[in-house]
């Protein structure tokens, strides 16, 4: 029995810097269908700027791996239980969770307790690990609404309410501008994650990657861009002082992806964006040798990184745990930086890509499939 309060705000939950992009999307989207409608929630400063009301900063739940979450496990029982209050407090019209299972996933449970509709937008990977997660998705939500082509078929194999949209990044690349802009062939860009456990793991293994490639490519110089909250000096302590480096902001990340030669990257929702945009990308991930082996045992998809998830193989050369050593990126990255018909053929994957992820629209559709099942609830 749905028994959300229909003059109450939306709840959204978010646990990461790009669900943060994609929930102000949405609520721009749900504001376009529902102009009175009000926003709550947990997100982080792109959803605040769209007028939401933020009641927990997402940075409290930004964890990765197992050992980090057990780690923080007393402070997210201790977060969940005073979510559990406050939305009883707040009664929300509904929740709609963006991605962030680990979190999400009881805050689904809390909300079916309480009656109030749930609705999963960027839904989990769990088709990728933990796959018998879905049951749990059957149960708590209302509809999944998936942005990746091969998502709808996994989840109505289970009975799932799901609805495709496309993906939310075809709305929010200006891609024929990107497109104008030329190549540095000397620029070489960084996206070492936004948390700091990633930070810290991968950004001593780029810095290595470039003192191997400098005695040959002294030309070289890296971009690093910085997520929201982090340090421009803390990141720089962390790099050689002989070897250039600067560093941009996030707003003005997708004109600096497009500029750069190739870029070293976290796995991540990242990957996706450089690959709309066009430029080749060697993806590394490193976890804790526990996260990575347990990691091993669940995880049942071929790639780590979505462009090769959706073109169904290796676009972008993967670096995942012992691989993701400097030696190995840098023997790849003199491949683009010598050989031009490779460089140019991981360009020409990248087109093709680039029409596989649907039309722009997604989160309008997103929006208004949300709104109308909220009608027919009476909310």
Not at 291 to 300: A, D, Y
Not at 307 to 330: S, T
């Amino acid at each position: 029995m749905q028994t959300g309060n229909p003059h109450g705000p939306i709840w959204l939950n978010v646990g990461e810097a790009s669900g943060d992009l994609h929930g102000a999307e949405l609520i721009k989207r749900l504001k376009e269908v529902h102009p009175d409608a009000e926003f709550t929630g947990m997100g982080g400063p792109a959803m605040e700027a769209e007028g939401m009301k933020a009641l927990y900063d997402m940075k409290q739940i930004s964890l990765v791996g197992f050992t980090e979450i057990f780690a923080g496990l007393p402070r997210i029982l201790k977060l969940l239980r005073e979510v559990k209050r406050v939305l009883a407090e707040v009664k929300p019209r509904a929740i709609i969770l963006v991605d962030c299972p680990e979190f999400n996933f009881r805050v689904a449970k809390i909300a079916k307790k309480l009656g109030i509709p749930v609705y999963y937008y960027i839904s989990p990977q769990i088709w990728a690990w933990r796959s018998g997660r879905v049951h749990f998705l059957r149960k708590h939500v209302r509809k999944v609404i998936c942005i990746l082509p091969f998502e709808k078929d996994f989840y109505e194999k289970f009975g799932v309410e799901v609805d495709y949209v496309g993906h939310p990044l075809m709305d929010v690349l200006p891609l024929e501008k990107l497109d104008a802009i030329d190549v540095d062939e000397n620029l070489i860009g960084l996206l070492p994650g936004s948390r700091s456990k990633e930070i810290s793991t991968l950004l001593p293994i780029f810095a290595e990657t470039a003192k191997r490639l400098q005695k040959d490519y002294p030309d070289l110089r890296y971009v690093m861009v910085c997520a929201p909250g982090r340090e421009k000096e803390q990141l720089f302590a962390q790099w050689p002082d002989d070897i250039p480096i600067s560093c941009v902001d996030s707003d003005n990340r997708y004109e600096v992806f497009r500029s750069c030669k190739f870029l070293l990257a976290a796995s991540g929702t990242v990957t996706l964006e450089t690959a709309l945009i066009g430029t080749p990308t060697l993806v590394a991930y490193k976890l804790s040798k526990f996260s990575g082996f347990l990691g091993r045992l669940l995880i049942n998809v071929e790639f780590a990184s979505l462009p090769n998830l959706i073109m169904g193989r290796e676009v972008y050369p993967e670096f995942i745990q012992e691989d993701a050593n400097p030696d190995k990126l840098a023997k790849a990255a003199r491949i683009w930086l010598d050989d031009k018909e490779a460089y140019a053929g991981a360009k020409g994957e990248l087109i093709e890509l680039r029409t596989m992820v649907g039309n722009p629209g997604a989160a309008l559709r997103a929006a208004k499939i949300i709104v109308e099942d909220l009608i027919e609830l009476g909310l």
